[in-house]
């Protein structure tokens, strides 16, 4: 199977997707504004007409470099192009302002992929045990799985677990559109043939995460952008490199983790590393003057993430973070199911994935390195032109999904319902999340009652059942034990 996923993978045109994925995330993520999640939604539609190795290793490269291009305006400009970035920001920009831009980008670099290697080999190790384990999964712990999916994405997403519910409710309540899989009756169709097949999640995505974000640049597309700052001496300096070990195999193997855990993403990893680093300094206070070690270890972290998100994609068939997600989408399109099932049938894309993951980075570091100052110049495109060929890229790929204006039009409604998500300060992941996961719930929770002939006692039948159940009441009591523990601490 290694030696099947080589041969996918050391193709020369699956080689070049790589690169170009890689390099054009470093672009999309260090553009402010421009997130990781919508530059993987606007580079999903050129997938369709690629195999599957293809199309899921250029989303990789895409994933990998955005989630590091974030550092760059986060340093240069202290604004993050990515929410991932935020943390790195707090630093790096100071170090900047001292005139060690080329320094801080260095560290970020070689820490953002040392951190995605050590994500990777997470993933290797870790996905076909879980998967083998997954296969005793029958329809009753699909359910609960796809429960505990929903709660903790809920639970986490946006400023309180409410919003994130109704967040996360209002995509389920739109996976039920068309018709009923078990029954064949239709659920909200309006008589309306476009719908009876419900409607397509990846419109969806383009339009929550693409097509708002170029409404919300409209309102300041005459802003202009601002200068770069001059780069030198990018290459880590020698008694950086300790440090950037250290840290990477530290908080790597911590965003591997935190990105395992659905719903969680980069940007909680980023903190939860910048945290940690901070309370295990000696010098703890001079955090946010410029401490290299501040940068290193969200870098590591949020990198981390990357290989941590795809491990429940594909071992369980639920989406790490909003990007595994829309990779999920693309998996789903060319054909495979996300799963355990997923490692039996189709071994050697799995094992392309692995490969891919592991180039990607060593592609991000090599151009990090080499090519920062050709990709920081992204950073002067003016609005002007940019929010044209989102709106462009938005609307092409809408229509090559079936070639169909009713996309189009899908994805424009959701635009608009995004940018005042985006207006209130309402996370959209929950919505797509709900979108994918809800129609597992469903199914198998009606399969489930079937076989059990009615008997709702089926969902505690057995020992992952309960395990699930006690893992949904964590996540639902978690954040109210949270605010009590803080107002406690606060007294």
């Not at 195999?51 to 550092?71: E, F, H, K, N, P």
Request: aromatic share 10%.
């Amino acid at each position: 199977m290694l030696v099947e996923a080589l041969n996918l993978v050391l193709q020369p045109s699956v080689l070049l997707f790589i690169i170009l994925g890689v390099a054009g995330g470093m672009c999309i993520g260090c553009l402010p504004g421009l997130t990781t999640t919508m530059g993987v939604a606007l580079v999903l539609p050129l997938t369709f007409g690629m195999d599957a190795t293809q199309s899921i290793l250029l989303l990789i490269g895409v994933y990998v470099g955005a989630v590091y291009g974030g550092s760059m305006s986060a340093i240069l400009l202290n604004t993050p192009g990515t929410p991932a970035s935020a943390a790195t920001a707090l630093d790096g920009y100071q170090m900047a302002k001292r005139g060690e831009a080329g320094r801080a980008l260095g560290i970020a670099t070689t820490s953002s992929f040392l951190g995605g290697v050590i994500s990777c080999i997470f993933l290797i190790l870790i996905s076909p045990v879980l998967a083998k384990f997954a296969l005793k999964f029958s329809a009753p712990e699909f359910f609960m799985l796809a429960m505990f999916g929903l709660c903790i994405i809920s639970s986490i997403s946006g400023k309180s677990m409410l919003i994130g519910l109704l967040s996360g409710t209002f995509g389920i309540l739109i996976a039920t559109i068309g018709i009923d899989d078990i029954t064949g009756s239709m659920r909200f169709t309006f008589n309306n043939m476009n719908l009876f097949s419900g409607i397509s999640f990846i419109p969806v995505m383009i339009g929550l995460f693409a097509m708002s974000q170029a409404f919300v640049g409209i309102e300041d597309i005459f802003v202009k952008s601002q200068t770069t700052k001059k780069l030198s001496h990018v290459f880590p300096k020698r008694e950086d490199w300790g440090l950037i070990v250290k840290n990477s195999i530290g908080f790597g193997s911590l965003g591997a983790f935190v990105g395992s855990i659905p719903g969680v993403g980069a940007d909680i990893a980023s903190f939860i590393a910048y945290g940690q680093a901070k309370s295990m300094s000696k010098h703890p206070e001079k955090f946010g003057t410029g401490l290299p070690e501040a940068i290193s270890a969200p870098e590591a972290a949020n990198n981390g993430v990357t290989g941590g998100a795809l491990i429940p994609m594909l071992t369980l068939g639920v989406p790490g973070d909003a990007v595994a997600a829309i990779m999920i989408g693309a998996l789903t399109v060319q054909g495979l199911q996300p799963g355990p099932l997923l490692f039996q049938n189709d071994a050697p894309v799995v094992y392309a994935i692995f490969i891919g993951l592991l180039l990607a980075n060593i592609c991000m570091l090599v151009l990090g390195l080499n090519s920062v100052r050709l990709f920081t110049k992204v950073l002067s495109v003016p609005k002007q032109i940019l929010v044209p060929i989102i709106f462009l890229l938005c609307f092409v790929g809408s229509y090559a999904l079936a070639n169909n204006v009713f996309d189009v039009i899908v994805m424009l409604v959701f635009g608009v319902i995004g940018y005042f998500f985006h207006k209130l300060e309402v996370s959209a992941s929950p919505a797509i999340l709900g979108l994918i996961l809800g129609p597992m719930a469903e199914s198998n929770f009606r399969r489930a009652l079937l076989m059990a002939r009615g008997d709702y006692l089926t969902f505690l039948s057995t020992g992952i059942c309960w395990t699930f159940f006690v893992l949904i009441l964590v996540s639902l009591l978690w954040p109210f034990a949270q605010k009590q523990w803080l107002k406690r601490k606060h007294a």
